[in-house]
């Protein structure tokens, strides 16, 4: 077995995954199923292996696997304009989680402050802001 040739373990080793991961990226359409010689194993690529790691970056910064699916056919192509377009797409959709995420920072911080403050041992203020919500 030569350095570019090798087992579905090795890729998934080599790519940072699991040997189910890569079947999982197999059957979406992600990464394709060689062929399988007569009484053999099925040999994958170090193209494989950077497919697999693509898509793992990817997730990593976001991007679901349609999100993916769609940025790997438009690298084929060098499509840059088109990728720029779902990344900031993308990017946009971080800035108002992060947004969301502060937002309920602020606000959780606010109700363990007052309960920290809280001398009534029967009424807690974060049960209380959640019962009775923003009224």
Do not use: W
Request: hydrophobic letters at 40%; charged letters at 30%; proline letters at 2%.
């Amino acid at each position: 077995m030569t350095q570019k040739n090798f087992t579905i373990g090795v890729l998934a080793n080599k790519a940072g995954v699991t040997v189910e991961t890569i079947r999982f990226y197999q059957r979406r359409g992600l990464l394709a199923v060689p062929v399988k010689p007569l009484k053999g194993v099925r040999h994958y690529t170090k193209g494989d292996a950077q497919r697999v790691r693509f898509i793992k970056e990817g997730q990593k910064l976001g991007f679901t696997l349609d999100e993916i699916t769609e940025l790997l056919s438009l690298e084929e192509d060098h499509h840059c304009r088109e990728v720029k377009v779902i990344a900031l797409k993308k990017l946009g959709l971080i800035r108002e989680r992060i947004e969301s995420l502060r937002m309920m920072e602020s606000a959780l911080s606010n109700l363990v402050e007052r309960c920290a403050d809280n001398r009534d041992s029967v009424t807690c203020p974060i049960i209380q802001s959640l019962l009775t919500g923003s009224e």
